[in-house]
T-cell receptor
C-alpha cells in the first residue's frame, strides 16, 4: 500500500524567502506525482503534475522535482508572497491517488 | 464556466438519517471520484467511477453509496451505517484513468452530525 508523508506539517516564513516543501512515498511504481494547493475550507487546485519519466516540472515561481528511486518529490516556491499562504498536498499516483496530509504554509508580510 | 459544483456547502445529519451530497461537472470528464478529508489527514478515496453506470469502492466505502446514471453527475449518499460521518467531502473528476490525469476538484461539502 502506498504511503505518502509530508514533513513538516506546518511552516512559517517571512515574505520573499524561498519555500521548500518535501514529499516522500514508499512505492516507486507510480504514473506521476501531483502537487495541489488547498485554501482553508476550499477544494484542491492542481499546481503541477510530474510524469514518472520526468525529473522536474516548472510553472512560474513553482518548481517540482521527482526522484523515483529515493521516493521523494520537492516543491520549491521562489520569492514567497503572503498570497502563497495555504496548505500544499502531494499525491502519488499508481492506479489511484494517494495523498499526504499536507504542509500548511504561512508567509508573513 | 467549466467546473465541478458540489452542493450543499454545509449539511447536517440527524442520527439514523441518510443524506445525499451532490456533485455535478460540465467538463465532459469520464471519471469522477469522492474523497473524505479529516483534520490533519490526507484525502481518502471513498468511491470512483470511470464511466457511466459503473463505479468501484475506494479505501473507505463502508457506510457510503453512489450512483452514476449520467456522465455529469455522481451523487454520494452517506447512510446511517456510517457511524462517524463528520468530515469535509470532496468530489473530483478527470478526463480518464484514475491515476494518469490531473484531477479537478469541487469546493467541498462539510457534513456535521446534529
Amino acid at each position: 500500500k502506498q504511503e505518502v508523508t509530508q514533513i513538516p506539517a506546518a511552516l512559517s516564513v517571512p515574505e520573499g524567502e524561498n519555500l521548500v516543501l518535501n514529499c516522500s512515498f514508499t512505492d516507486s511504481a507510480i504514473y506521476n506525482l501531483q502537487w495541489f494547493r488547498q485554501d482553508p475550507g476550499k477544494g484542491l487546485t492542481s499546481l503541477l503534475l510530474i510524469q514518472s519519466s520526468q525529473r522536474e516540472q516548472t510553472s512560474g515561481r513553482l518548481n517540482a522535482s521527482l526522484d523515483k528511486s529515493s521516493g521523494r518529490s520537492t516543491l520549491y516556491i521562489a520569492a514567497s508572497q503572503p498570497g502563497d499562504s495555504a496548505t500544499y498536498l502531494c499525491a502519488a499516483s499508481d492506479y489511484k491517488l494517494s495523498f499526504g496530509a499536507g504542509t500548511t504554509v504561512t508567509v508573513r508580510a | 464556466d467549466g467546473g465541478i459544483t458540489q452542493s450543499p456547502k454545509y449539511l447536517f445529519r440527524k442520527e439514523g438519517q441518510n443524506v445525499t451530497l451532490s456533485c455535478e461537472q460540465n467538463l465532459n470528464h469520464d471519471a469522477m471520484y469522492w474523497y473524505r478529508q479529516d483534520p490533519g489527514q490526507g484525502l481518502r478515496l471513498i468511491y470512483y467511477s470511470q464511466i457511466v453506470n459503473d463505479f468501484q469502492k475506494g479505501d473507505i466505502a463502508e457506510g457510503y453509496s453512489v450512483s452514476r446514471e449520467k456522465k455529469e453527475s455522481f451523487p454520494l449518499t452517506v447512510t446511517s451505517a456510517q457511524k462517524n460521518p463528520t468530515a469535509f467531502y470532496l468530489c473530483a473528476s478527470s478526463i480518464g484513468g484514475q491515476g494518469q490525469n490531473i484531477q479537478y476538484f469541487g469546493a467541498g461539502t462539510r457534513l456535521s452530525v446534529l
